[in-house]
């Protein structure tokens, strides 16, 4: 998805409600714009139309969405509110947002059917939701155990694990350290003599970064000595995020730790401007690349673990899916990703991906399923082609199915496979939100009579998948009907 464009639309969304005192639901118009982006192609607002959500609402929601009947009127509520702000803002002209309304009118009756229909998504909706795209959202673990391990001394954000980070090519950094116009003029403090005898552009440059952020310089970066003795946890904050931030924001962090007025606030972020340490434009901050660059280095020098995230467009299928199981930050996942699938036709993307995911771990497969899955009909001849391979068969099933094409029913012991599939790529998930796990689960989970049949399946994760639902679904005669489930598929391995 075009992260940027979805960020920025929530962003105006929400200072439009501020504005006019509208109730806005954030969270579900997010999801409106990300399946507009992912599977309509959307890159703007503007590329809204009535068409749009009838397939968003009445094709994608029920395959995609875990979400009960009742709560199609919330849904619809937020699609009206979308409309209004599109008409409000100039992203869509009168007459198309009456024929959006019109349209929602239509949908409104019928999107709780098609909600509770479960030839929309068949049995296992909720476990093949957990594998769409909002699932790169988050860096997703090894399950093997071979993921290096991040010990840190407690749980707050300034001692989490650092995320990988994408550097510029070196010529490119070389070229802006000779031109931050800080190193170029007067300098502050003692910078002059921390520098003195360092030669190389960048070596002065990791020189500066150290220096700025754990020196005292006494309010010669943003104007106010008190912000200047923030700038350590302010910068290690924007390197965490991996995007760039609002201006608001930074200011509302400033007035807060500082309590500056907005010409202080001005003041500051010019003068980090000045210093090389951030871009900024009309609505964001964000650091440069040479200040990626430079944290990098600091964090390094301390001993602190801080990755390179490789670029992973130029790889083949096998090198994309290893990469992101490395756990990347999502904007550059889903960069990546992009590049990735613009280097390939849809059939030369599926076949490449499904090939890979013949015969991979649970995991893997899944991602390159995920990704598979934001391919169009075009993709069709290389998906149809994994009709013969009894581990990619019941996803290539689903796939086609989804796209209203024909394709052969699944089995029960294709239905129990990949239910079984499916939460054995939500297991590294479901260990680091157990209670968010179980909440999916009781939600819309399989019911006791599938969980009991699993055992049947043969896939090499069955036993810890049964496991993980003993331990973790709510309803105690199911869990208890997944713990003996669990006990025959270990007897029958052993056997």
């Known amino acids: 998805m075009s992260i940027d464009w979805v960020n920025r639309a929530i962003d105006d969304l929400r200072a439009w409600g501020r504005a006019g005192g509208v109730e806005v639901d954030a969270d579900e118009i997010r999801l409106l714009c990300d399946y507009a982006s992912d ?76 909600l509770a229909d479960e030839s929309n998504f068949g049995m296992t909706k909720s476990l093949f939701s957990s594998i769409g795209p909002e699932s790169l959202e988050q860096p997703i673990s090894i399950p093997s155990g071979e993921q290096p391990q991040q010990h840190s001394e407690c749980d707050c954000p300034g001692c989490s694990p650092l995320p990988a ?113 951030v871009a900024l434009d009309a609505e964001t901050v964000a650091l440069t690349p040479l200040a990626v660059w430079g944290l990098r280095e600091l964090y390094l020098e301390r001993g602190m673990h801080s990755p390179e995230a490789p670029d992973l467009a130029d790889a083949d299928a096998m090198g994309l899916i290893e990469g992101l199981l490395q756990g990347i930050p999502t904007e550059l996942a889903e960069e990546d990703i992009r ?73 029960q012991q294709e239905l129990l496979w990949v239910s079984v599939d499916m939460l054995a790529l939500a297991m590294p998930a479901a260990e680091d939100d157990p209670e968010m796990f179980a909440e999916n689960m009781a939600a819309s989970g399989p019911p006791a009579h599938m969980i009991e049949e699993m055992w049947r399946v043969d896939h090499p994760d069955v036993v810890e998948v049964l496991e993980l639902l003993g331990r973790s679904l709510p309803d105690g005669t199911v869990a208890k009907a997944a713990r003996k489930a669990a006990f025959k598929a270990r007897s029958r391995a052993i056997g």
């Open 39 to 114: 599977y309509l192609k959307a890159e703007q607002l503007a590329d809204f139309t009535p068409a749009t959500f009838d397939e968003l609402l009445l094709s994608i929601y029920p395959r995609k969405v875990i979400a009960p009947p009742e709560s199609a009127p919330e849904t619809v509520a937020a699609a009206r509110t979308l409309v209004d702000f599109l008409c409000a803002e100039g992203h869509t002209g009168p007459e198309t947002a009456a024929a959006m309304r019109v349209r929602l009118d239509d949908i409104a009756i019928r999107l709780p059917e098609a």
């Open 339 to 411: 590049r990735w699938l613009e280097g390939r036709t849809p059939a030369e993307a599926a076949d490449e991906l499904l090939g890979t995911a013949s015969g991979a771990p649970a995991v893997a497969r899944g991602i390159a399923i995920t990704i598979v899955d934001r391919l169009g009909k075009e993709a069709e001849p290389a998906v149809r082609s994994c009709l013969g391979d009894p581990e990619l068969r019941p996803h290539a099933i689903h796939w086609l199915n989804a796209r209203g094409l024909p394709a052969p029913a699944l089995t």
């Open 165 to 277: 980070v994408r550097l510029a090519p070196l010529p490119e950094l070389v070229a802006a350290a000779r031109e931050v116009p800080l190193l170029a003029g007067e300098k502050p403090g003692r910078l002059d003599e921390h520098l003195d005898g360092v030669t190389d552009p960048l070596d002065r440059w990791a020189a500066t970064v150290e220096f700025l952020l754990e020196h005292d310089t006494g309010g010669e970066i943003t104007g106010n000595e008190q912000a200047d003795a923030e700038l350590y946890d302010l910068f290690d904050m924007l390197f965490r995020l991996q995007v760039p931030v609002p201006v608001a924001l930074i200011a509302e962090y400033l007035e807060e730790i500082v309590e500056v007025g907005p010409v202080e606030v001005d003041r500051a972020v010019a003068g980090l401007v000045h210093a090389g340490l």
